[in-house]
């Protein structure tokens, strides 16, 4: 990569211009990329394992599998970042991948130094480790034969979760269920699902990869190089950021201009805080152990940017995004956004619409769409437009296992942690009403309007009347007492929004 090229310098207008004569690879590196790569591929199947017996077996190369910046076709010319993910047979689940790793690795990197010269290239081999934990892949500095730059390869010896697997195909939400139950650090398995990573980018029109790859190199000239060793997001979520600005602000078209695509990057950088991104390609909420992994991943601080192969991976969570934001701030003053066209920005959400089913006693259901970070108060008006109500709307929800909440008209659904699709109660009252919870013996909840001057048959009555059980067959407690038919609502003190339990049917 050329040191002199500066992106900064570089009006709009000329952005691609620019990726061309200084980003895209040239013709000698990608060959000599390729190079190194066959050989230390070769290594691995034809030598690296053979006569050995590791873990007490010998052990196999399942199969190779090309990742990083090469992989996924976004290389940028002189910095060639290439994964070998190396499917091995000795690793028979994530648990026994996580128990085993560190062993193969040291073998890997023993055999590596001692064979060194058959691979024709001056190799340094480095222990990748992050922290205190095990480490899970090798870094090669592989010296460039042709000029003085350096080929980077990490080596990551992986479980083939995927087995024979088409690129479009999603994988069986069991090998989901396995990777959450395994507990790993996040990301630690992410190794395993690397085809499907690589396609997800690889699979993207030319235009959109040279704008991946204009935001790398912003990456590593502007944030990398300035700030050295402090901990960044990785490459990989900027990648993600960019293609779902890419998706939202045209719509998935391969025809846009580089300069507004690049601005709208950059203003999601600066504005990071409410970014919350997940695609549902390869897993998604069908599953009950996967969609209740995944409500809570989105629950978690923002910004979250969930791996689209890898749902225990939230790429958001790394610090150093203050720093992103402030080099993104100031980016966007430098004249390769300032000539962007204003009205043809596009228009990036920070969250996805969700779809939101709207449930109403002895109605039926019907669905609406709309954001997380838009106020409840909008959500609460196209609901009484569409089901033409005039009394007060208590909208609530109620996660699985939890208790029933009030949704208030001056938060947004983003305040209660919802990102995805999600079931709400209407229910209609006049004043004086309540609004009273209910919870079933299954743990649901049900939302009651009821007249505080009324009693606990009233209130079982109405129960009846939503299909549950008779009211001679009810026993409702208000905290440990149990409830008489006869006791008033005000007289139990039983205010707005409280919940009395059904708690079985006699």
């Excluded at 090469?70 to 994964?83: E, F, I, P, V, W």
Aim: proline share 5%; aromatic share 10%.
């Amino acid at each position: 990569m050329d040191p002199f090229c500066d992106l900064y310098a570089t009006p709009g207008h000329s952005l691609d211009r620019f990726l061309e004569h200084s980003l895209q690879p040239q013709r000698d590196w990608k060959e000599e990329g390729q190079d190194a790569w066959n050989r230390i591929e070769r290594f691995f199947q034809e030598q690296c394992f053979r006569d050995e017996l590791l873990l007490d077996q010998e052990v196999r190369v399942l199969k190779v599998v090309k990742g990083g910046s090469s992989g996924k076709g976004t290389t940028l010319n002189h910095r060639s970042d290439q994964d070998m993910i190396l499917f091995l047979n000795c690793f028979s689940s994530f648990k026994q991948q996580a128990r085993n790793r560190e062993a193969i690795i040291d073998f890997i990197k023993k055999k590596l130094i001692s064979c060194s010269r058959s691979l024709a290239y001056n190799i340094t081999v480095f222990k990748h480790k992050e922290g205190n934990r095990t480490p899970r892949s090798l870094t090669l500095k592989i010296q460039s034969r042709k000029t003085d730059g350096i080929i980077l390869m990490d080596i990551l010896p992986a479980y083939d979760a995927l087995g024979p697997i088409s690129r479009d195909e999603k994988p069986a939400p069991k090998i989901y269920e396995t990777l959450i139950r395994s507990k790993g650090y996040p990301g630690d398995f992410s190794p395993s699902f690397t085809e499907l990573q690589r396609h997800f980018v690889k699979s993207r029109p030319v235009k959109l990869k040279n704008l991946l790859r204009l935001v790398k190199f912003w990456y590593l000239k502007y944030l990398r190089y300035k700030y050295g060793r402090a901990q960044l997001p990785s490459k990989y979520a900027l990648e993600l950021l960019t293609i779902y600005a890419w998706e939202m602000g045209t719509n998935s078209s391969d025809s846009f201009d580089l300069d507004e695509g690049f601005v709208a990057v950059i203003d999601l950088l600066r504005d990071y805080q409410d970014i919350c991104i997940y695609w549902t390609k390869y897993y998604d909420f069908q599953n009950e152990v996967v969609r209740n992994f995944l409500k809570k991943q989105l629950k978690g601080d923002r910004p979250i940017i969930l791996d689209p192969a890898d749902p225990n991976n939230n790429l958001g969570r790394r610090n150093g995004w203050d720093l992103v934001a402030t080099e993104a701030a100031y980016c966007l003053h430098q004249v390769c956004c300032l000539t962007a066209d204003p009205r043809r920005s596009w228009n990036v959400q920070r969250a996805r619409d969700i779809q939101v089913t709207v449930k109403q006693t002895e109605m039926e259901d019907w669905t609406l769409w709309t954001n997380p970070y838009s106020p409840i108060r909008k959500m609460k008006a196209e609901i009484r437009r569409e089901l033409n109500l005039c009394g007060e709307l208590r909208i609530s929800f109620q996660e699985p296992r939890g208790e029933r909440q009030l949704l208030s008209s001056r938060k947004t659904l983003s305040d209660y942690g919802i990102f995805s699709k999600v079931n709400i109660r209407v229910l209609e009252t006049f004043p004086p009403e309540i609004l009273v919870f209910v919870k079933y013996p299954g743990g649901q909840s049900k939302p009651f309007a009821i007249h505080p001057d009324n009693t606990i048959l009233d209130l079982k009555e109405k129960i009846e009347d939503a299909g549950g059980p008779c009211t001679e067959d009810q026993v409702l407690l208000w905290g440990d007492e149990e409830l008489e038919d006869d006791d008033g609502l005000a007289e139990l003190e039983i205010k707005d929004c409280d919940t009395i339990e059904l708690s079985r049917v006699s």
